[in-house]
Each structure stands twice: as structure tokens, then as C-alpha cells.
């Protein structure tokens, strides 16, 4: 996993970034056209760089040590509308079109469980 900033993002970008002591931001992902929080991935600087060029969605997988791109096995890809760094720079909102379901589980998003309502 790459912590130091890689050749093809942005340095504007790259300098904004808060990582985590892993090198990680959270990377929240809705659907671009209905403001749906569909899951919750992580990304280091070589994955949004990926994201950003291939226009779909690819995160840090930390149980696996590896990258991965969503739908890449199940075939419910994100095609990537719009990225956003919030103000903090700790995070980034990735706008998407997603085919089929978000979560690992089946489900549409992986925020289906309800704490309070």
C-alpha cells in the first residue's frame, strides 16, 4: 500500500489528504442521483488515483492487504460520477451509478440496519 503521495494524482489533492496511520481516507459512496449512502470503503492515494482515472470504483482492502475494485467478481460495478474531498480532507464523497447491489451481503446499501428510527 502506497502512503506517500503517487506520480499521477493531483499534489493539490494529495497535500489535502488527512490519512489515517495506515495512509487511508474514508471513502463514502452514494448514488450520484439519489443521495443514497450506499457503503463505506478506503482508499490510499494509489487507489483514488485508480478511481479517478478508470472512472470506477477502487478501494484498499485492509482485511486483504489489497486492492479491489468494486464489481470487478460480482459484476455490480460503480461507474464514477463525481469525487469530492471534504473540508477536513479526511474523507472523500464518491458519486456513483451503481449496478445491483452495493453490499457483500446482497442488499442495495450496507447501511440497512437501523440503530435508531
Known sequence: MTTAPVSGLDPAIAARLKRNEAGLVAAIVQQHDTG???????????????????????????SRQEYWVK????????????????????????????EGPACHTGTRTCFDDGLLS
Open 71 to 98: 464489481g470487478e467478481t460480482s459484476g455490480h460495478r460503480q461507474h464514477v460520477k463525481e469525487v469530492r474531498l471534504d473540508c477536513d480532507g479526511d474523507a472523500v464523497l464518491v458519486s456513483v451509478d451503481q
Open 36 to 62: 443514497e449512502v450506499l457503503m463505506l470503503g478506503w482508499m490510499d492515494d494509489e487507489a483514488l488515483h485508480r478511481t479517478l482515472t478508470t472512472g470506477r470504483g477502487t478501494f484498499w482492502s485492509r
